[in-house]
């Protein structure tokens, strides 16, 4: 498993999924993209966090800038790959 910073230039649906997918590196959980589930439970946890996000809603006013930390499920994986807290 590895930890992937992706920055996508447009909002499209699905744009990291599918691009990850593409490269034939999904992204855990994936099933839609992959074609298969990683794993053996019914509902896969898709591992896919937007961990900022920095909005310039007006041109006067500095940007929005909100973070977030990592859900609680993906955290096992996410120390696995090097996170620390």
């Known amino acids: 498993h590895s ?3 992706c920055y996508p230039r ?7 999924r599918v691009h990850l997918a593409a490269l034939g590196h999904p992204i ?5 993209y992959a074609g298969r589930a ?6 896969p946890t898709l591992h896919l966090h937007s961990r900022r996000i920095v909005l310039p809603l007006s041109a006067s006013k ?5 973070s977030a930390p990592p859900p609680e499920h ?5 120390k696995m790959c090097g996170l620390s807290d």
Do not use: F, K, Y
């Open 3 to 5: 930890w992937v910073a």
């Open 10 to 16: 447009t909002g499209r649906t699905h744009q990291i």
């Open 28 to 32: 855990v959980g994936e099933t839609i």
């Open 38 to 43: 990683l794993d053996d439970t019914t509902q």
């Open 62 to 66: 500095p940007a929005t800038d909100v």
């Open 74 to 78: 993906m955290l096992e994986l996410l």
